[in-house]
């Protein structure tokens, strides 16, 4: 059913674009996403795929490239990272408004300046109300269950919008981990045939898409539908994480828990870090300290009223944010959302914030043990001493 | 050269009923685009931003009467590879038996200006499209602001006239010529005043699309831009060209080509006259401006006629 490799993140991300063999696949190289494009362009080289690749000059034609080809209406891929998806941004809402299921790996990178290659993930919350849906992967293993999911996601016909799978730049896609590549039938299957709503290349039934909404038009009824379909996203990813559950033994869910049954404080993070993090975790637990984990998976759609059923019964909640929303000391993005989402619990938790790894600092165990120390001080003190906190700053 | 009576019963691509101004040149020169196109074959179309993309495409109604897309302002060549990508992909799989052929219609801004990246590099890639530039020598959609296609001397609302100004400080770029150096099979310079030498032009752009990327420059004046009355589009356009400020000529497989000679060209003040953006160097004292225009439009000709061998 399955094949056990030792390979990077990056070469997970081209295997899962083997298996899907989209009809067309638009990228520009960038750091630390390169190596996604060098591998598919050796499988369209060697004839394992079907893809047409079009090697775009930058990443704003890559974008404008995929929106052409799923109008044309057919399975689109991309990949980018950082300055790519900054320069992609504006064709993202395009994207997203025409309703095209494009799927777009992001190797997450920091955004410059001062110019750094290294991870955080400012570029990806950069594009948070673009209307992607986006997925967050702690290791290449998830990663690469999370791209094939993403197709069924975005194709589904009460969906219909892009979907970014994310995964740390360098940390998850430069590292060789083992990895669990599933058999290409099974996938396939899984994954099943596409059948798009409009295309343009349907000659008997021709098509205008992307047309002017005048002034008196219909942009606001589009936009509440689109947020409509973004509600239904809920759903229909619980469901496809649970049927690839079935077929493969991993179901996926918004959120992944560890811990949480009897813990006293609870830390909310995304990706990598959930692995430092939950090995701290497991030695505090040992001395007593019950402290959980909530990775959180999908942070588009937010799944707020979810989290406020389980985060509400904590007396503290940490959240861990990787990168900065410059609103002036009040936290970071992550941490934003959790709080807005939890003014509407019965119970309000208190609430702490630690803003880590900008750039691709390291997130020590360390560093993590002294956060997770604060928390639980706070929470047998019942008061949080710092709000916003800078994990492994040099002050 | 084309003949009328073989397009009097052609279909017609572009409907009646869009929104573009009484005289603008940007449908004439659509039309005769589309009529160059070859029975039993399907055209997609992609407008980047611009006054046909607006006025042409008003939810919900569409004046395109074959396959459309809009993407953005910056991007009519990389959104029309990404399309003939996917037919590409298709034809292969045994998934699409038609024949399938794609053009791109932008203004000068959308070409010339903000989407000349995403142009060249499908150029370069070689897709399998036209792309057609209108050309009307200014930012238009957005009300008449200068433009890398704007000539030296023009009045726009960002290249005013004034004490200090005699309205654009820069010669425009000769993006004809830029195209035609990315070695592409066909690049031609058309006007919608010479409509035969446009449409036999555009057999020829379909034609060679089959084999990869086509650009057509074709100069379609705007009245409210250029200041002219608008029953005088035409007669503005073909000016153009008898003056040799818009030569007609096309580099087919590399071959540069006068497709439409001037042996007795007029001075190019009598184009100059027909539009108001020029009045200012018209006016006493301003001589010298004019013979600075004539000057460059006699540089420009005397380089076009060593590339075609004249």
């Known amino acids: 059913m399955s094949k056990t490799m030792a390979i990077v993140g990056t070469d997970a991300i081209a295997e899962a674009m083997r298996q899907i063999d989209p009809e067309v696949v638009a990228a520009y190289p960038i750091t630390p996403q390169t190596a996604i494009v060098e591998k598919f362009s050796e499988y369209v080289a060697d004839g394992l795929v079907n893809t047409q690749m079009v090697k775009v000059e930058s990443e704003h034609s890559a974008m404008s490239a995929c929106v052409g080809a799923a109008a044309a209406g057919g399975r689109v891929m991309t990949a980018t990272s950082s300055q790519g998806l900054a320069l992609m941004w504006e064709i993202l809402y395009v994207a997203s408004g025409l309703r095209l299921p494009i799927v777009l790996v992001n190797v997450n990178r920091t955004l410059s300046a001062p110019i750094n290659i290294h991870c955080d993930h400012s570029d990806s919350m950069g594009a948070r109300d673009a209307s992607w849906i986006q997925i967050y992967s702690e290791n290449a293993q998830e990663a690469y269950h999370n791209v094939l999911q993403a197709v069924r996601i975005a194709?589904?016909?009460e969906v219909r919008l892009p979907v970014m799978v994310n995964l740390d730049g360098f940390i998850i896609s430069h590292a060789v981990d083992r990895i669990d590549i599933l058999d290409d039938a099974p996938v396939r299957e899984f994954i099943g045939e596409y059948s798009?709503?409009?295309?343009?290349?349907?000659?008997?039934?021709?098509?205008?898409?992307?047309?002017?909404d005048g002034l008196y038009g219909y942009f606001f009824e589009a936009k509440r539908a689109q947020e409509a379909s973004m509600e239904k996203a809920m759903y229909v990813i619980q469901q496809v994480g649970e049927e690839f559950g079935q077929r493969f033994g991993r179901p996926y869910g918004l959120w992944e828990e560890y811990g949480l049954e009897d813990a006293r404080a609870c830390v909310v993070a995304l990706n990598s870090a959930c692995g430092t993090i939950r090995t701290v975790i497991e030695a505090m637990r040992q001395e007593g300290k019950k402290i959980g984990l909530l990775k959180l998976r999908v942070f588009r759609p937010w799944p707020g009223q979810e989290l406020v059923r389980v985060l509400q019964h904590f007396p503290v909640v940490a959240v861990f944010d990787r990168a900065l929303a410059f609103k002036g000391g009040h936290g970071g993005p992550l941490y934003t959302e959790v709080a807005a989402s939890l003014y509407e619990a019965e119970k309000r938790p208190l609430l702490a914030n630690y803003v880590y790894g900008l750039g691709g600092r390291d997130l020590s165990v360390s560093m993590v043990r002294q956060a997770l120390e604060e928390i639980w001080q706070a929470a047998e003190a019942g008061r949080v001493a710092s709000r916003v906190n800078y994990l492994g700053l040099r002050e | 050269m084309v003949a009328l009576a073989e397009l009097t019963g052609k279909k017609e691509y572009f409907a009646p009923g869009h929104r573009l101004c009484a005289g603008c040149g940007a449908p004439i020169a659509v039309r005769q685009v589309m009529l160059g196109l070859p029975e039993g074959v399907t055209p997609v179309v992609c407008c980047p931003t611009g006054c046909l993309e607006v006025?042409?495409?008003?939810?919900?109604?569409?004046?395109?009467?074959?396959?459309?897309?809009?993407?953005?302002?910056?991007?009519?060549?990389?959104?029309?590879?990404?399309?003939?990508?996917?037919?590409?992909?298709?034809?292969?799989?045994?998934?699409?038996?038609?024949?399938?052929?794609?053009?791109a219609f932008g203004g000068d801004g959308a070409t010339y200006d903000i989407g000349l990246q995403s142009l060249s590099g499908a150029l370069e890639r070689g897709h399998h499209l036209i792309y057609v530039c209108y050309d009307n020598e200014a930012y238009m959609n957005t009300g008449i602001q200068r433009s890398g296609a704007t000539p030296w001397g023009a009045w726009t609302t960002t290249s005013p006239v004034g004490s200090e100004a005699l309205g654009k400080e820069q010669w425009r770029k000769d993006l004809t010529a830029i195209c035609a150096e990315h070695n592409i099979p066909y690049v031609a310079?058309?006007?919608?005043?010479?409509?035969?030498?446009?449409?036999?032009?555009?057999?020829?752009?379909?034609?060679?699309?089959?084999?990869?990327?086509?650009?057509?420059n074709i100069l379609a004046p705007c009245h409210r831009g250029w200041r002219f009355p608008m029953e005088k589009t035409i007669e503005v356009a073909r000016q153009a060209v008898k003056t040799r400020f818009w030569p007609l000529y096309e580099v087919e497989k590399g071959e540069w080509r006068l497709t439409v000679k001037v042996t007795k060209p007029e001075p190019v003040r009598t184009w100059l006259e027909t539009q108001g953006r020029f009045s200012h160097l018209l006016k006493p004292g301003n001589e010298a401006a004019v013979e600075h225009f004539q000057a460059e439009v006699d540089r420009q000709w005397a380089k076009l006629m060593h590339r075609c061998g004249e």
């Open chain 1, 155 to 157: 194709e589904h016909p």
């Open chain 1, 196 to 212: 798009p709503a409009y295309p343009l290349l349907d000659v008997a039934n021709p098509v205008s898409v992307g047309m002017f």
């Open chain 2, 55 to 103: 006025s042409s495409t008003i939810y919900p109604y569409s004046a395109w009467r074959c396959s459309y897309v809009h993407n953005a302002f910056e991007n009519g060549g990389a959104t029309l590879s990404g399309v003939e990508a996917m037919y590409l992909a298709k034809k292969r799989a045994g998934q699409l038996q038609d024949d399938i052929r794609f053009v």
């Open chain 2, 189 to 216: 310079q058309a006007s919608i005043s010479h409509w035969r030498d446009t449409v036999t032009k555009a057999q020829k752009a379909w034609e060679y699309s089959k084999e990869g990327p086509v650009f057509l």
